[in-house]
């Protein structure tokens, strides 16, 4: 069996992959602030971590997998200072901030199941883990890594000396980027909040009673509370973009360690920038927001095609978004389910040596551009077509393309009446039946081995 190796962002080097426990692995994957849609930017990260899930469940490993909701405390430009995002959004659409939540937390789940990406096993929201928060902080507190200020609790990073270790910055560069909302409260530029203080001329939407006073936890508190709390020891995996290393996982690592005086999370793994055509990086406040909906399923575009594009990069590289690019993707993924479609329906054995290709591939570091070069050679190999359909089934539980589709009751009942008027060589209703199936958007194969059905 190969051995899987992945890129930690902590030790930024390509290190063999060995989990807390034999079988069972943690994965904490952060999840949206649930002010807004996703932009597709954002979508590219949850793409990269379900393949880095399916790797690992390809692998033998038993995953358990959280993902956090943030619902409260993530602040305007991811600072300390500013309005929270859900009150931003609250006010933006004249809703409340827990409408806004729901809304945009179904929204999401909506855009995962046209992605396929398997939904983690635990969803948990900040906003239902607020005592967590507030006991991770008193233990903080106890242990002199706290102090207050007029507009919250700050942690001291000061007394990490190893603060940076994540971001491998220099305390000034990390000092220079901390700066970009000066609070001269704050002992250190570096320094974050645990818990806000509701201002005193203002009852917020989301507060809570506190022993700091009335108030909300910072933004990156409830990961470290949630992690600790649903994945206990098997700290083993923490992933998200590579915005998050320099402020949010830097301190999410600090208060962790610092409560606990044990090492957070063993791996640390982040997916580079998805770029419109031309370099310009995706964000909600810039003109180039670009949803599933209104980039894909508008435009009639199948969302699948933006994840083969994504497997034809490698995680930690920049990605370029164009119609272009998609359109090319979208042609490149019927083409490869034409292939599948044309190997029939019988299901063979496995291809060893294929398999084995695939897995060195998946195996370095999740190299998905060359796990699909493996498949285009197994496809052109003189392997036998029931052979060749078992193995591109066995490779799509990584790849997740749904290379065979699902198809609705009511089509496949169409195609057995259908076979049914062949068998009687009622060639008039078969010729019908065929029509019908296919004004429904699908395509209909006769093969020495039955139908095939496809989606158009």
């Known amino acids: 069996m190969s051995e899987l190796f992945l890129y930690n962002t902590l030790s930024r080097s390509l290190e063999k992959f060995t989990p807390i426990d034999n079988d069972l692995v943690g994965l904490y994957t952060c999840g949206p602030t649930v002010y807004n849609f996703a932009h597709i930017g954002n979508l590219r990260t949850y793409l990269f971590e379900d393949i880095l899930k399916r790797v690992l ?44 939540a729901e809304f945009y937390t179904t929204a999401f789940k909506k855009d995962l199941l046209a992605l396929n990406i398997i939904e983690p096993i635990i969803w948990c929201q900040a906003t239902d883990n607020i005592p967590e928060q507030i006991e991770l902080i008193k233990i903080l507190e106890s242990k002199n890594y706290t102090y207050i ?56 939407q989301m507060e809570w009673e506190s022993p700091w006073g009335i108030g909300f936890p910072g933004w990156h508190i409830e990961c470290s509370a949630m992690s600790l709390k649903y994945l206990g020891k098997n700290l083993d995996i923490h992933c998200g973009g590579i915005d998050h290393i320099n402020v949010h996982h830097t301190n999410e690592i600090a208060q962790s360690e610092a409560a606990t005086g044990k090492k957070f999370f063993n791996y640390w793994l982040h997916g580079a920038f998805l770029n419109i055509a031309g370099g310009r990086k995706m964000a909600k406040s810039d003109d180039n927001f670009l949803t599933l909906d209104n980039a894909f399923i508008q435009k009639g575009i199948n969302p699948l095609a933006y994840r083969y594009a994504m497997l034809s990069v490698g995680y930690r590289k920049p990605m370029e978004y164009s119609e272009e690019i998609i359109k090319n993707s979208e042609n490149s993924l019927n083409h490869l389910r034409h292939q599948v479609s044309d190997l029939g329906s019988e299901v063979g054995e496995i291809s060893k040596e294929y398999k084995y290709r695939f897995l060195d591939a998946i195996n370095d570091d999740l190299n998905l551009p060359q796990a699909l070069a493996v498949v285009s050679e197994m496809l052109k190999s003189e392997l036998g077509v029931s052979d060749k359909l078992a193995t591109i089934l066995d490779f799509d539980l990584v790849l997740g393309l749904d290379l065979v589709e ?51």
């Open 57 to 100: 469940t390809y692998n033998g490993y038993n995953v358990r997998h959280v993902m956090n909701i943030t619902d409260v405390g993530h602040l305007v430009g991811d600072a300390d200072g500013g309005e929270d995002k859900m009150e931003e959004g609250s006010k933006r659409e004249g809703r409340s901030a827990w409408e806004v």
């Open 149 to 204: 200020t007029p507009d919250g609790v700050y942690f001291d990073t000061a007394k990490l000396p190893d603060y940076n270790k994540l971001s491998h910055l220099n305390l000034d560069e990390l000092k220079e980027g901390a700066r970009i909302e000066k609070n001269e409260a704050k002992r250190n530029a570096t320094d974050f909040a645990l818990w806000k203080f509701s201002p005193v001329d203002q009852k917020r």
């Open 406 to 456: 699902k198809i609705p009751a009511e089509i496949m009942a169409l195609a057995q009446e259908r076979e049914e008027a062949r068998a009687s060589k009622d060639w008039s209703r078969s010729d019908e039946l065929r029509q019908i199936i296919e004004d429904q958007g699908y395509l209909l194969k006769d093969g020495a081995g039955g139908f095939v059905l496809m989606k158009k």
